[in-house]
């Protein structure tokens, strides 16, 4: 059950990335922008790719918890400090 609800939330997060990436034409093919912050929101743009990846997939599930499918800034928005995406983005690079 846990796997088919991560499954859905992931399709539902790339259509709100197809919504998104026909706003925001600075966002290169591959790569989807994101909101990071609790309080204020920075705008970070990262590679599809981390979609797929267990660390990542802990975030998006904070974020369907906290804001379901409306994400006010008009794109995905990731509840974290921005200190601690940096910390994960990282390790998902190396």
């Known amino acids: 059950m846990g796997v088919f609800r991560l499954q859905s939330f992931v399709a539902n997060a790339k259509q709100l990335i197809k919504l998104d990436n026909k706003h925001q034409k600075d966002?290169?093919?591959?790569?989807?922008?994101?909101?990071?912050?609790?309080?204020?929101?920075?705008?970070?743009?990262?590679?599809?790719?981390?979609?797929?990846?267990?660390?990542?997939?802990?975030?998006?599930?904070?974020?369907?918890?906290e804001f379901g499918f409306n994400h006010p800034m008009g794109g995905l928005t990731i509840p974290?400090?921005?200190?601690?995406?940096?910390?994960?983005?990282?390790?998902?690079?190396?």
């Open 80 to 94: 974290c400090c921005e200190e601690a995406f940096n910390y994960l983005t990282t390790q998902l690079h190396n």
């Open 27 to 65: 966002v290169p093919k591959g790569y989807l922008a994101v909101y990071v912050g609790e309080i204020q929101r920075k705008r970070f743009v990262i590679p599809l790719s981390y979609l797929d990846q267990p660390l990542f997939q802990d975030l998006l599930r904070r974020s369907e918890e």
